[in-house]
């Protein structure tokens, strides 16, 4: 009996950005709104650029309100997607080189969102991320933070709730 050659890392890594671009891909406002996710492991970044559409008072200058927990909720849903998709992959059940953005797992459905803004959000790039608290069959909690220049200062955080997604 011969063991089978583990794949290169990079074909790995190269399937995991494949399936985690079809999960985003699937969100038409990720794209309108310009945000990226960098990806290390099971652990995603988001980022959004700085762009003057997302200025909301040019006086100070500083992010509306909106843009920030637009991307705030982005990050959540697609932090808890990326989870699922992440435990589905891992297990076997999911060959990541058959996911489009046409047969990844339904999205989670928010329940509740509230956001903390907790300074204002200067016209630089943004990063956030999500930390799933706990996810069940029918129901997911996920924390998120969001900062600029310095992590250990966010300038807003969010807790989401959601429904989760009927499998099968």
Sequence with gaps: MSLRRP?????????????????????????????VFDRRGDELTAILPHDEKHIGNPALPALHGGATASFLEVTAIVGLGWSILWEEIESGRTD?????????????????????????GLPRDAYARAQVNRSGRRYASVHVEAWQDNRARPFAQATGHFLMPAHG
Aim: hydrophobic share 40%; aromatic share 8%.
């Design 96 to 120: 990541p080189a058959t996911i489009t953005p046409g047969s990844i797992p339904r999205l989670p459905k928010t329940i509740d969102f509230t956001v903390d803004y907790l300074r204002v």
């Design 7 to 35: 794949e290169p890392v990079q074909v790995i890594k190269e399937r995991r950005d494949r399936a985690l671009s079809a999960l985003v891909g699937g969100i038409p406002y990720v794209t309108f709104l310009g945000i």
